[in-house]
């Protein structure tokens, strides 16, 4: 299991006329649990070409559970893949399964009336992924419309619909959609970090002309933990030594970059190491020109 990870102190030194400098605060792989009491989403749309209308009270609004991962640093987040944004029930609607006759349990239910006459719609087993490029934050602010809600290419997820001889089911698998929300921010409460999304994207379904919008608020939550603390580095021409606390019999990854703004995946190893004392010091070799950037990862 992948512990959160951690960035060493900022240092800086002038030697040899050339700067070398590692610096930012922290840097950590989280897993943010959804809260459902306080994440709903609402839809809203079009369906050949007609406006989506509620099949009863609350069809058109759930609940979403599940876990969303991120990479966050000091300055940036990236929301990597791997989310698990599951949809609740929030009745049984119209039509049955695969667009049979009756009713089943349904995340959304809507229907919609043209001059043609009126139809069903009830979308199913929804879950999206998170995906995003790097986003810069201030003061844990960051735009929302860099993030892409995807359907895995795995999900069950499908769109039934009926409307008179009309009735079928789509499946929803690899459908995304592009965030135009444009609050996002996380938050320090007590000891935990709180994500807030505000969330607002559109899934077209083909068969009936759907522009299913997808609207409300996601709020989930991570264990707040405090950067691990490292006394500062021994420097030479040719290598920084640090002298790191750890936990005996665990495992650990050191990752470097030039770049601070890339993401994790593409920083290199640069050591690995299972800690034998409660102290190791661990020497790196590194070439006195640029930028510098060291991640302590405690790997188990």
């Not at 609607?93 to 009126?118: D, E, I, K, V």
């Not at 190893?269 to 405690?298: H, M, P, Y």
């Given at each position: 299991?992948?512990?959160?990870?951690?960035?060493?102190?900022?240092?800086?030194?002038?030697?040899?006329?050339?700067?070398?400098?590692?610096?930012?605060?922290?840097?950590?792989?989280?897993?943010?649990?959804?809260?459902?009491?306080?994440?709903?989403?609402?839809?809203?749309?079009?369906?050949?070409?007609?406006?989506?209308?509620q099949q009863g009270?609350?069809?058109?609004?759930?609940?979403?559970?599940?876990?969303i991962l991120a990479?966050?640093?000091?300055?940036?987040?990236?929301?990597?893949?791997?989310?698990?944004?599951?949809?609740?029930?929030?009745?049984?609607?119209?039509?049955?399964?695969?667009?049979?006759?009756?009713?089943?349990?349904?995340?959304?239910?809507?229907?919609?009336?043209?001059?043609?006459?009126?139809?069903?719609?009830?979308?199913?087993?929804?879950?999206?992924?998170?995906?995003?490029?790097?986003?810069?934050?201030?003061?844990?602010?960051?735009?929302?419309?860099?993030?892409?809600?995807?359907?895995?290419?795995?999900?069950?997820?499908?769109?039934?619909?009926?409307?008179?001889?009309?009735?079928?089911?789509?499946?929803?698998?690899?459908?995304?959609?592009?965030?135009?929300?444009?609050?996002?921010?996380?938050?320090?409460?007590?000891?935990?970090?709180?994500?807030?999304?505000?969330?607002?994207?559109?899934?077209?379904?083909?068969?009936?002309?759907?522009?299913?919008?997808?609207?409300?608020?996601?709020?989930?939550?991570?264990?707040?933990?405090?950067?691990?603390?490292?006394?500062?580095?021994?420097?030479?021409?040719?290598?920084?030594?640090?002298?790191?606390?750890?936990?005996?019999?665990?495992?650990?990854?050191?990752?470097?970059?030039?770049?601070?703004?890339?993401?994790?995946?593409?920083?290199?190893?640069?050591?690995?190491?299972?800690?034998?004392?409660?102290?190791?010091?661990?020497?790196?070799?590194?070439?006195?020109?640029?930028?510098?950037?060291?991640?302590?990862?405690?790997?188990?």
């Amino acid at each position: 299991m992948r512990k959160p990870t951690r960035l060493v102190p900022g240092i800086s030194l002038l030697a040899a006329s050339c700067l070398l400098s590692t610096q930012v605060a922290f840097a950590e792989a989280k897993t943010f649990v959804i809260d459902p009491e306080k994440s709903t989403l609402t839809l809203s749309g079009t369906a050949l070409g007609a406006a989506l209308q509620q099949q009863g009270p609350g069809s058109l609004s759930t609940t979403y559970s599940g876990n969303i991962l991120a990479d966050v640093t000091e300055n940036a987040v990236t929301f990597v893949g791997g989310s698990t944004m599951a949809a609740a029930n929030s009745g049984s609607w119209g039509p049955g399964a695969g667009g049979a006759a009756g009713t089943a349990p349904a995340n959304y239910g809507a229907r919609a009336t043209t001059g043609l006459g009126s139809g069903t719609a009830a979308l199913r087993e929804l879950l999206f992924d998170i995906t995003s490029e790097s986003i810069p934050t201030l003061g844990g602010t960051f735009a929302a419309d860099g993030l892409t809600f995807l359907i895995p290419a795995t999900a069950s997820s499908v769109a039934d619909y009926s409307a008179g001889f009309f009735a079928g089911s789509e499946a929803l698998a690899g459908k995304s959609g592009d965030n135009v929300g444009q609050g996002a921010n996380i938050s320090v409460v007590g000891d935990e970090l709180v994500l807030t999304i505000t969330v607002d994207y559109t899934l077209v379904i083909a068969d009936i002309s759907g522009q299913f919008r997808i609207r409300g608020q996601l709020v989930a939550k991570a264990p707040n933990i405090v950067p691990l603390v490292i006394p500062g580095p021994v420097i030479t021409p040719e290598s920084i030594g640090f002298n790191i606390p750890t936990e005996i019999g665990k495992s650990y990854t050191i990752l470097g970059s030039e770049d601070l703004g890339i993401p994790l995946i593409e920083w290199q190893v640069i050591d690995q190491f299972t800690a034998t004392s409660t102290t190791e010091a661990r020497n790196i070799a590194v070439a006195l020109a640029g930028q510098q950037f060291f991640i302590l990862r405690a790997d188990d």
